[in-house]
T-cell receptor, first 117, second 112 residues
Framework: GAVVSQHPSRVICKSGTSVKIECRSLDFQATTMFWYRQFPKQSLMLMATSNEGSKATYEQGVEKDKFLINHASLTLSTLTVTSAHPEDSSFYIC?????????????FGQGTRLTVV | LAKTTQPISMDSYEGQEVNITCSHNNIATNDYITWYQQFPSQGPRFIIQGYKTKVTNEVASLFIPADRKSSTLSLPRVSLSDTAVYYCLVGLSLDSSYKLIFGSGTRLLVRP
């Protein structure tokens, strides 16, 4: 399957700082990217959907000013956690899709473990 | 978007066949059914996708009845390395609300 690379895989930051997570589709053009957050023993929670060249669509309860998403090209989307706090510590996962038809699958990055101290 | 319901957990033994059923009563005409596998601290991995009847690949089979209100993922002869969480997703539609929503998933434990 296609490859989606997420970087960094693990990051520790101080409270109040910002952290940027990159998601790259390495061998296909991703028209749509999804960002998820996952807490221990829980399912993936969709945070936002971004389409290349347009503003991201955030799910209810997700602060768009805190979780900045940029999808400037067909191979790169970034999630910036601004003014991070310990409660933002979580596992963040991106997914990319090239929805050429209705049975297009989505490919996931390996995830980023964010720890805010 | 169709909501999915799966068993929270399942236990099995090495070498057995495991069947995980997912209910999606409100599936739309255009929705496909996709299953993903997730290991701890990793992103989900695609297993199989189908629309109706039966689909088989090198790792699993997917059975979908005619009414498409449920689907069953079948893992033949599981091994310890199949211990993971399995998610059933529906809703890969092409409209503006295209998104992937995960349900609770099924935590499969394979014992020796």
């Amino acid at each position: 399957g296609a490859v989606v690379s997420q970087h960094p895989s693990r990051v520790i930051c101080k409270s109040g700082t910002s952290v940027k997570i990159e998601c790259r589709s390495l061998d296909f053009q991703a028209t749509t990217m999804f960002w998820y957050r996952q807490f221990p023993k829980q399912s993936l929670m969709l945070m936002a959907t971004s389409n290349e060249g347009s503003k991201a669509t955030y799910e209810q309860g997700v602060e768009k000013d805190k979780f900045l998403i940029n999808h400037a090209s067909l191979t790169l989307s970034t999630l910036t956690v601004t003014s991070a706090h310990p409660e933002d510590s979580s596992f963040y996962i991106c997914s990319a899709s090239n929805r050429v038809n209705m049975n297009t699958e989505a490919f996931f990055g390996q995830g980023t473990r964010l720890t805010v101290v | 978007l169709a909501k999915t319901t799966q068993p929270i957990s399942m236990d099995s033994y090495e070498g057995q066949e495991v069947n995980i059923t997912c209910s999606h009563n409100n599936i739309a005409t255009n929705d496909y059914i996709t299953w993903y596998q997730q290991f701890p601290s990793q992103g989900p991995r695609f297993i199989i996708q189908g629309y109706k009847t039966k689909v088989t690949n090198e790792v699993a089979s997917l059975f979908i009845p005619a009414d498409r209100k449920s689907s069953t993922l079948s893992l033949p002869r599981v091994s310890l390395s199949d211990t993971a969480v399995y998610y059933c997703l529906v809703g890969l539609s092409l409209d503006s609300s295209y998104k992937l929503i995960f349900g609770s998933g099924t935590r499969l434990l394979v014992r020796p």
